[in-house]
């Protein structure tokens, strides 16, 4: 592999993807890093139903996996590594990453976010065991038993509705009295005769021996703990974004999102950060690959800017 | 590169436990889309440990005695064997250089 690229694109999700196939088409020299799998959020995602040009829905991994060729073929090139941190050295802009330097004269941002953890006794022990965060990769692990979603937005509600075709039972857990999702999920889901809800409720331990057998549960409003029965907890309670590794360099939020110009520009010229790791209102499968565009077209300017 | 080979019931003893190099499973399935696309980071790793470690995947629908014998009841989920003993477990996604840090450890050994 080269070590030195025109654009280095941090994180292979729909923002990332978009911006590599842009970036690949304006015959810039592309390297999109991963640090896990391809395809962001979506690949963990049963069925995508508001990207525009799929009435009928299309499966988040199928998608991811067409965002990526799409990406190669205009010729942006793959690797699979952690990037640690990123600095400016003179015009290159320097990625750092678990097997060692790149460089590169411009770098997109788009790492995305990541599940936020319960924090409760018993969710690492038993991930893996009962705990999961993905519904399409062990959702088949639970037919027939119980399990419980934790949260109400459209991840919990989207993963729930698809655990409803292996499990007897779905239980919602949801620390509000009415769900966030959007509507046509929550009627869906509330329409449901497998889905269950408990309202003004919060997870105080998942319990198991050996495996999850049951989760302690506490109602805000009484202060009520019970038991509830469950062998599955899939944990979708939100999202935060994936900037340990900016730190220092780029301007943050308060909530760690990064601050950008309507061009996607950070306080650091030549770095560049798009998608959900933004601040931004909208968390959306389409406005992900917009602003995977929009990087991608500024990134363009810069360098023509710079070249003179 | 070497590309993992498919271990099943049948031969999952002889290919894994009776191994003398040591031993990576790729568990999986077909209907989860993510493990899929974990298979060209394993690719890649089996290249890079050719030589070293085997390499196979494990169909979990198709093995489903050896997936319950481990306890798998998430994938994907990567077990590492030496001398017929699991010696590490990784479940789920994870960054290649975990991956990576629990061959060298198993290696090391």
Known sequence: ?308 | MAKPVEVTEQSFDQAVLKSLEPVLVDFWAPWCAPCRHLAPIVEELSGEYDGKVTFTKLNVDEAPSIAARYGIMSIPTVMLFKGGQAVKQIVGLRPKKDFKGSLDEVLAK
């Not at chain 1, 990207?51 to 793959?78: V, Y």
């Open chain 1, 1 to 308: 592999m080269d070590s030195e690229y025109d654009v280095i694109v941090v994180g292979a999700g729909p923002t990332g993807m978009t911006s590599a196939m842009f970036t690949g088409r304006s015959r810039l020299k592309t390297l999109l890093i991963e640090r896990m799998i391809p395809g962001g959020q979506i690949a963990t995602t049963s069925t995508v139903e508001n990207f525009p040009g799929f009435p009928n829905g299309i499966e988040g991994p199928d998608l991811s996996e067409a965002m990526l060729e799409h990406a190669k073929k205009w010729g942006a090139t793959t690797t699979f590594t952690e990037v640690t941190g990123v600095r400016v050295e003179g015009d290159y802009r320097v990625v750092e990453t678990s097997d060692g330097e790149l460089r590169a004269r411009a770098v997109i941002i788009t790492s995305g976010a990541d599940h936020v953890r319960l924090g409760v006794p018993g969710e690492m022990e038993y991930m893996g065991k009962g705990v999961s965060n993905c519904a399409v990769c062990d959702g088949a692990f639970f037919a027939d038993s119980p399990v419980a979603v934790i949260g109400g937005g459209d991840g919990a509600i989207d993963e729930g509705l698809y655990l409803t075709r292996y499990a007897s039972k779905v239980t919602v857990v949801h620390r509000r009295d009415s769900l966030r999702a959007s509507k046509i999920l929550a009627e869906r889901a509330l329409a449901n005769p497998v889905m269950d809800f408990r309202w003004n409720s919060v997870v105080d331990a998942i319990n198991g021996d050996g495996v999850v057998n049951s989760m302690t549960l506490r109602d805000l409003n009484t202060g009520e703990v019970s038991n509830l029965d469950v062998e599955g907890v899939f944990i979708y309670i939100g999202l935060a974004p994936n900037t340990d590794y900016l730190t220092g360099l780029i301007n943050l939020d308060p909530g760690g999102h990064i601050l950008v110009t309507p061009r996607m520009e950070t306080n650091v010229t030549g770095i560049f950060a798009a998608g959900d790791i933004r601040q931004k209102a909208a968390r959306q499968l389409v406005s992900a690959a917009g602003d995977g565009a929009a990087a991608a077209l500024a990134v363009r300017d810069y360098l023509k800017q710079m070249a003179g």
